[in-house]
């Protein structure tokens, strides 16, 4: 690990100041991902702004009825908060099923957006990457690709978004709340947060440098049933091959009961949580499980080594909404 300083922030305000007028500073709060890249030297700060103590670790509810979740709110902490479990269980399904608890009492709402992709080849400095040193090249490409992307890839790069909880959150139209070194506030939904590798692997959000996240607000609850389902290589510890995330509303429109709305978002499959709307109207339209999935994956581009997932994805949806026409809302 290079050396760097390092200084402690007073306000959201004066912490993205402080990033804003260094190139070669960075955010720090749990620092689950960004310590793991220092170490390896992909990520090398020369400073870093300690957020810990700025406040942002609360939920609250918000006038429209739905709930603020400050950017500092633990995973954990996140998980288990009683509002959360009984109204956007989807979200707090999601969490448990990432990493450790170990992790998830240090890891942060904002950082879990933020965590860079698991790819191989990005934390391989010996390998080329684009997106850890742009113009490099893209070592997946023709290399070990079994658990990278199929949808929204590029020439350039088919990492995946390692997040469940971003999984999650796009499912519930959530929006990410921001503020920059001159103080002016941004609301970005989470559809426009994540951004696809195109030509510019390297930037993965929106976010400008220095702007600093301080929220992300759910709308009120949708009701309906609430699954994640997370197929991966073994229980625990280990990142999707798959995963969807399902906010149903089961009815009466197919044989055998079928879906009246669906809200679906899926890890595992591209540069940033999957979601299109052409799968919910087809369900809303008496569609099968089929025809969600076609939707979902036009446009797929997978390697040799991960077809699977093509099926894959068809087989965890079609047991999700089958789960969610049964009216239970535990995963199993």
């Known amino acids: 690990m290079r050396a760097f300083t390092y200084e402690r922030a007073e306000s959201p305000a004066a912490a993205a100041a402080a990033v804003a007028r260094n190139p070669e500073a960075r955010f720090i709060a749990g620092g689950t991902n960004l310590l ?10 020369r400073h870093l702004v300690d957020v810990n103590r700025l406040g942002l670790d609360r939920i609250e509810e ?23 479990r009984r109204d956007y269980a989807v979200l707090s399904r999601a969490l448990v099923a990432g990493a450790s608890g170990q992790l998830r009492n240090k890891a942060t709402t904002a950082g879990n957006l933020l ?3 698991r790819c191989p080849y990005f ?4 390998m080329p990457c684009n997106k850890r040193r742009p113009g490099s090249g893209c070592g997946a490409i023709g290399g070990f690709s079994r658990n990278l992307g199929i949808l929204g890839t590029s020439e350039h790069c088919i990492a995946t978004h390692p997040s469940d909880m971003a999984v999650a959150m796009r499912a519930l139209d959530a929006v990410v709340e921001t503020i920059d070194a001159e103080g002016a506030a941004r609301r970005i939904p989470i559809a426009d947060f ?7 692997p390297e930037i993965e959000t929106v976010l400008r440098h220095g702007e600093f996240i301080t929220a992300v607000t759910l709308p009120p609850p949708a009701g309906g049933i609430h ?10 510890y280990a990142f999707a091959s798959v995963s969807v995330a399902a906010v149903v509303h089961p009815g009466q429109g197919a044989s055998g009961g079928g879906i009246a709305s669906a809200r679906l978002a899926f890890g595992g499959v591209a540069h940033k949580p999957w979601r299109v709307a052409e799968a919910e109207d087809r369900l809303a339209d008496g569609g099968d499980a089929e025809a969600a999935a076609e939707a979902v994956l036009r446009g797929a581009r997978p390697t040799g080594q ?27």
Request: glycine share 8%.
């Open 194 to 200: 994540h951004t696809l590798p195109g030509d510019t």
């Open 123 to 126: 934390y391989d400095p010996a």
């Open 227 to 236: 699954l994640y389902r997370k197929v991966r290589d073994r229980a625990s």
């Open 115 to 117: 965590q860079r992709t």
């Open 306 to 332: 991960n077809a699977y997932k093509l099926p894959l994805l068809r087989r965890t949806l079609a047991g999700v909404l089958a789960q969610a026409r049964q009216g239970r809302g535990e995963d199993r």
């Open 36 to 45: 793991d890249l220092m170490k390896l030297e992909i990520e090398a700060p």
């Open 62 to 84: 918000t006038p429209e009825g739905g709930l603020r979740i400050g950017a500092l709110v633990r995973n954990t902490d996140l998980a288990a908060d009683p509002r959360v």
